[in-house]
């Protein structure tokens, strides 16, 4: 029997009416998908008896590897890589139409980082299936005045709508994590509202005002632009608000003036 590395993140889920409802939420017949972190292919081997054109894994564990190959053999369409997802070249590697991913709670956001900051836009994929903890996922989906908005959530909002999202008890997993875990379903968004030429310019922007997330944004706005408190006029922003009272696109019209400034 596998001994799963906490250090990696596994928990494998393995209920089989769990398992059933992920691969029920799109239509994957004829499709080319990504599964992150297969595992032991509880959830590969639903979405092959689907009928997919084809499936590419990328597994980091050498040793899970060896029982996918294993576990698949009956299967043709299928490419393995052992290869850690982070260090994954999507857009030079990959032409896909739905990604799957039960996705390591150590490194969950950056992952979804990842795709949210891919060059190609809009991507080939028309669906992202995610599985994150629940405390990942309550940021992901959080509103704007509420403790849980957060830069994941500002990053998420700017290239991503949110179809579908459900619980999972800890109980469908292997081993039990201490924690619950939820699906979110993501479909990317065709055109972005917003002329932001660098997604890594809105990375920056939130960083510096998510840093002091409990005080007021004078500071961060004044770290940003030296005639801040006309900009902050101009975009009708109130210095008085901490940085979790303001709406994504408050966070992208920001920086929208601060890329004026830069470019």
Request: glycine residues 2%; hydrophobic residues 40%.
């Amino acid at each position: 029997m596998v001994k799963f590395k906490k250090s990696l993140g596994q928990n494998l889920l393995i209920d089989q009416n769990i398992i059933n409802k992920i691969s029920n939420l799109v239509d994957i017949r004829n499709k080319t998908i990504l599964e992150i972190g297969p595992g032991t292919g509880n959830l590969t081997r639903n979405i092959l008896q689907k009928k997919p054109k084809k499936i590419f894994l990328v597994e980091k564990d050498k040793r899970l590897c060896e029982i996918l190959n294993s576990k698949l053999s009956s299967f043709t369409n299928y490419t393995l890589f052992n290869d850690d997802i982070l260090k994954f070249n999507i857009d030079k590697n990959l032409s896909i139409d739905l990604i799957f991913g039960n996705l390591p709670y150590n490194i969950s956001t950056q992952i979804f980082a990842k795709f949210i900051k891919l060059k190609k836009w809009p991507p080939s994929f028309s669906k992202i299936i995610f599985m994150f903890q629940k405390e990942v996922a309550d940021r992901i989906l959080a509103k704007p005045n509420t403790k849980d908005f957060s830069r994941i959530t500002v990053l998420s909002n700017l290239r991503l709508d949110i179809v579908e999202n459900f619980k999972i008890s800890k109980k469908c997993f292997f081993p039990v994590p201490k924690v619950e875990s939820e699906i979110i379903v993501f479909k990317p968004k065709l055109k972005e509202a917003f002329n932001i030429k660098n997604i890594e310019n809105l990375e920056k922007i939130t960083q510096i005002f998510f840093s002091t997330k409990r005080k007021m944004i004078n500071k961060p706005f004044s770290k940003i632009f030296n005639n801040y408190r006309d900009i902050a006029k101009l975009l009708k922003i109130d210095l008085n608000k901490r940085p979790a009272d303001l709406s994504s696109n408050d966070f992208f019209r920001i920086t929208e003036k601060y890329e004026k400034k830069i470019y």
